[in-house]
């Protein structure tokens, strides 16, 4: 007897070989969450845990090819969009996964690699924010990337973080989670049309970590695959990403890297949660 096959996300991004961020990190995520990944690269990355010395981005045409065959031939149920080089390939993209508007897309889209800009050209924010953030069920980027797509020529005054989530739900997004680490506490807020939803903070860690958007971006999208509505993945995809961060290991000699599997670790001191669902009654993000 055949088993059941498990929810099957499709992510689109660049690859790490450290498994740090990117489409590795994505595939991680998914596997402790449930679900299948299947993937597309986006560009690749010469690098380690420290720093990198290359980002090269892919053909549009290969990324948009191989998209399409794995749609046609397994049942996606969530996308999850990351980082992308070039306004090209992001066009691409929106124009395959525009078939397939009943498929919930999460866009955590990253403009930076070692906090140096390398990714963050004009036509690169203006194509995320013309074709795919109107597309988009849950939209997750830092205050300062939001006002970037909410006004991707730069050449008007920047608009209050405020309005630029209200640019972004009215052309389209349905969800915006605003993420913000600049302090010594992680806040991440959630708004709809309907305003702001929820805010859920806890402490920052001290050290470098990598990965903690494209974490979140893909928990979300896991719990989506698996059926929950927008509002309840983006809580529970946040208790998971802060037991990951809680647990964050340093595989090198730089950053540290969420454990996306601490559920699973035989640690007589730390029970395991449930790697759907988890709902941490010790250690738990604080809802504002």
């Known amino acids: 007897m055949q088993s059941a096959a498990p929810p099957i996300v499709l992510t689109f991004g660049l ?48 990324v948009a090819t191989q998209a399409r065959m794995l749609l046609e031939d397994m049942p996606i149920a969530a996308f999850k969009v990351g980082a992308a080089t070039r306004a090209e390939v992001v066009s691409a993209i929106a124009e395959v996964v525009s078939d397939y508007d009943d498929i919930p897309l ?17 036509e690169l924010r203006e194509s995320i924010a013309d074709l795919l953030a109107p597309q988009t069920t849950v939209l997750i980027a830092d205050q300062s990337t939001l006002i970037a797509l909410a006004q991707p020529d730069g050449d008007a005054d920047a608009p209050s973080l405020d309005g630029a989530i209200a640019h972004l739900l009215s052309q ?63 809580r529970e995809a946040q208790e998971y990403l802060y037991q990951a961060v809680r647990q964050a290991f340093r595989p090198g000699m730089g950053a540290y890297m969420p454990d996306r599997f601490f559920w699973a670790r035989d640690d007589e001191d730390t029970p395991a ?16």
Request: hydrophobic share 40%; proline share 6%; charged share 20%.
């Open 273 to 288: 949660p449930l790697p759907i669902g988890v709902d941490p009654t010790r250690h738990k993000p604080s809802r504002a």
């Open 15 to 62: 690859s790490d070989p450290t498994g740090g961020f990117g489409l590795q990190a994505d595939l991680l995520t998914l596997a402790s969450m449930g679900c299948h990944g299947v993937s597309v690269l986006t560009g690749y990355t010469v690098r380690d845990s420290a720093s990198c010395d290359e980002v090269t981005g892919l053909d549009p045409d290969v």
């Open 172 to 234: 389209g997004a349905e969800y915006v989670l605003s993420t913000q680490t600049g302090t010594h506490r992680l806040v991440n807020t959630l708004f709809s049309e309907e305003g702001q939803l929820r805010q859920d903070m806890w402490d920052r860690p001290q050290q470098r970590l990598m990965g903690i958007t494209d974490t979140l971006g893909a928990a979300v999208a896991a719990l989506l695959a698996n059926g929950q509505e927008p509002a309840e993945a983006v």
């Open 106 to 122: 999460i866009l955590a889209p990253d403009f930076t690699v070692d906090d140096e800009h390398v990714l963050a050209a004009d």
